[in-house]
């Protein structure tokens, strides 16, 4: 994925969480029920969250790329950047 990918799949994610309109979906559940509910909204803003901090690292490569940072080659980042291993 690039950063623009990532920044999609995490406002898809919320949007996904946003719309099942929390665990309860209007209906009385048991408290297992609320448990397990909270536990996956839990795992998928975790998800989010990883996928927005991938495009917002993804951005700053590339800002760092066009104000010519890779130039001088003394940037830590500079082997990252090129796709050193």
């Given at each position: 994925m690039n950063g623009p990918e990532h920044y999609r799949e995490a406002e898809r994610i919320l949007a996904f969480i946003a719309a099942r309109k929390?665990?309860?979906n209007g209906?009385?559940?048991t408290h297992?029920?609320?448990l397990a509910a909270m536990a996956i909204i839990d795992s998928d803003l975790r998800?989010?969250?990883i996928?927005?901090?991938l495009?917002?690292?993804a951005?700053?490569?590339q800002n760092i790329r066009r104000?010519?940072?890779l130039e001088g080659g003394t940037d830590e980042w500079a082997d990252v950047l090129r796709g050193a291993e």
């Open positions: 929390g665990p309860m209906q009385v559940q297992d029920a609320v998800e989010a969250q996928h927005a901090t495009a917002v690292a951005a700053s490569a104000n010519g940072a």
